[in-house]
């Protein structure tokens, strides 16, 4: 059985991946119209960064859907580039205000149970390939504060552990904004899956 908390994220998975769905139905239709209006070149990837980067620090906050319209005006690469950026930078920030605030910060805005659920889950061995894999199967910033707050692992081996993880789904989102309508279906089918798997692994622990 899946936890009340894990049934949470995985309908709030699926909300953000209809989200996604619906932007990027939005940004094919008024792709002329996004690029005229809502280019603002290197200043409006300035903004997407910084509005990504506050999402994964803020974990109730989710940019998802604007990756289709990153797509939209700076093409696939880019845009996943950029995601990458905001993504692993975001992290780092929430590593780094577990580690140096502790418990008495963090227990204000997360369940420390659940938070030690995350924790549980890297184990004592290939550290940085379960970061990884973590990264790749749980799409939610909690486990960025987990790491932070329960564990010794260095902030250099996180950081590229996450910068690994997160790149896999930052291409496949940003160029699925240009597949056929079946192909993103199968796309956020595939990130809810994975999403899922992640949350049984949590159950099991």
Same mark, same amino acid.
């Given at each position: 059985?899946?936890? =009340?908390?894990? #049934?949470?994220?995985?309908? #709030? ?6 989200? %996604? ?9 008024? *792709? #002329? ?6 280019? %603002? $070149? ?9 509005? !990504? ?16 319209? !990153? ?14 950026? @905001? ?5 780092? /920030?929430?590593?780094?205000? @577990? ?14 149970? *659940? ?7 890297? $184990? ?8 990884? &894999?973590?990264? /790749? ?6 486990? +960025?504060? &987990? /790491? ?7 902030? +250099?081996?996180?950081?590229?552990? =996450? ?6 789904? !930052?291409?496949?989102? @940003?160029? +699925? @904004? ?5 192909? *993103? ?8 899956? =994975?999403?899922?798997?992640?949350? #049984?692994?949590? *159950?099991?622990?």
């Amino acid at each position: 059985m899946i936890g =009340t908390t894990d #049934k949470s994220n995985l309908i #709030k998975s699926l909300l953000l991946i209809s989200l %996604f769905v619906l932007a990027v139905f939005v940004s094919t239709v008024y *792709q #002329k119209e996004i690029a005229t209006y809502l280019d %603002f $070149g290197y200043w409006g990837m300035l903004i997407y960064v910084l509005l !990504a980067t506050s999402s994964t620090v803020l974990d109730p906050v989710n940019t998802l859907p604007l990756i289709p319209v !990153a797509t939209a005006l700076w093409g696939g690469l880019i845009s996943a580039l950029l995601s990458i950026t @905001a993504w692993t930078l975001g992290a780092i /920030i929430a590593f780094i205000i @577990a580690r140096r605030l502790g418990k008495p910060f963090i227990e204000k805005r997360f369940d420390l149970n *659940q938070i030690a659920r995350y924790e549980k889950l890297l $184990g004592d061995e290939y550290v940085f390939w379960n970061i990884v &894999a973590l990264r /790749i199967m749980i799409p939610v910033d909690i486990l +960025s504060y &987990a /790491i932070g707050l329960f564990t010794s692992v260095k902030l +250099s081996t996180y950081s590229l552990a =996450t910068l690994i993880g997160v790149s896999p789904f !930052a291409f496949l989102l @940003a160029y +699925s @904004a240009t597949f056929p309508l079946i192909l *993103q279906i199968g796309v956020g089918a595939l990130v809810l899956v =994975t999403a899922y798997l992640g949350y #049984k692994r949590i *159950q099991r622990n």
